[in-house]
């Protein structure tokens, strides 16, 4: 059976028959072509249809919102913890009960309330020019010391990312550190932030930068398979897990959780505790080079090259309420 991508225009259609037998209408934020996979597996398996309409992550939370008790959205899926506690604090989704998930996802990965879920994770880590830099930052902290000066790229202030490790930092190191580290990150900066992880990459290889900080999955796909201006050279950049003396690297997940008012909301715990096997958690690793958030599901052979670390385990609910003083701090440092 094949997975339904709806457009925006003709998704309006589902309102009217989102209560149908065998259907699960996901609204996700997932831009990934592997994913296909996944969601043709579980249809396989259970019979159950999946509707797909895909868009920006806080667009999709706006629509559920505008759509109120009628809307059909069954499953929201996105990526980085604080757009999962955006949707929580919209109202847009829903606790539900699951042993399976329980049993299976971390506590630190899943919301207090059981409102969200996390299925796949990846490390925010350090990248190094091997050719420049003989003493690579060991810590996150360390990268924002005076010996790195017009060194750093880095992504701008506004990206999920560089908010959720702003905000880890203030939960692992309080708001008075995470001040600082976010100043020396700025007087380190060697160009403006600019680009996405890739960019951030393809910065070390042109000479441009000497450190970076981006997600593993950049960089082990770029091992998997050709990127431009970045898989040729790859052998020039040095990898540093961070913090393994201390808190552990920084870890952003991707997840999901039940609407507030899904239609199909027994189909949609299904899918959910499908997302847990141990089948789709090896996808999210073999088709996006990700680290499955099930613990003991194998790697895949390029996320398996990065090599064994220590993961940072703090509580990812407790780091998404801190988003709003992260985008404070970066504000009043004059991060871009």
Known sequence: MKTKVFTTVIAASLATTAVADGVVNLYSSRHYDTDERLYSDFEEATG??????????????????????????????????????????????????????????????????????????????????????????????????????????????????????????????????????????????????QGGDTDQLRGLISGECDVSIANTYYFARALRKDVKGLSADIEKIGVVFPAQDAEGAHMNLSGAGVAANAPNRENAIKFLEYLASDQAQQYFSGGNDEFPAVPGVSKSESVAKLGEFKADEVDLSKVAKNVPTAQKIFNEVGWE
């Open 48 to 193: 159950i249809t999946i509707n797909r309409i895909e868009g920006k992550a806080d667009e999709l939370i706006a629509r559920i919102q505008a759509e109120g008790a009628n809307s059909p959205a069954d499953v929201l899926i996105t990526v980085d913890t604080s757009r999962l506690e955006r949707a929580k604090d919209a109202g847009v989704l829903q606790s539900i009960d699951s042993k399976v998930l329980e049993e299976r996802i971390p506590a630190n990965l899943q919301d207090s309330d059981n409102q969200w879920f996390g299925f796949s994770q990846r490390a925010r880590i350090v990248f190094y020019d091997k050719t420049d830099v003989t003493n690579p930052p060991a810590t996150y902290m360390d990268l924002a010391k005076p010996e790195y000066k017009g060194m750093v790229c880095h992504r701008s202030s506004s990206n999920v990312y560089s908010q959720t490790l702003l905000s880890a930092i203030i939960e692992n190191h309080g708001e008075e550190e995470a001040r600082k580290w976010a100043e020396g990150i700025v007087a380190n900066f060697a160009r403006d932030p």
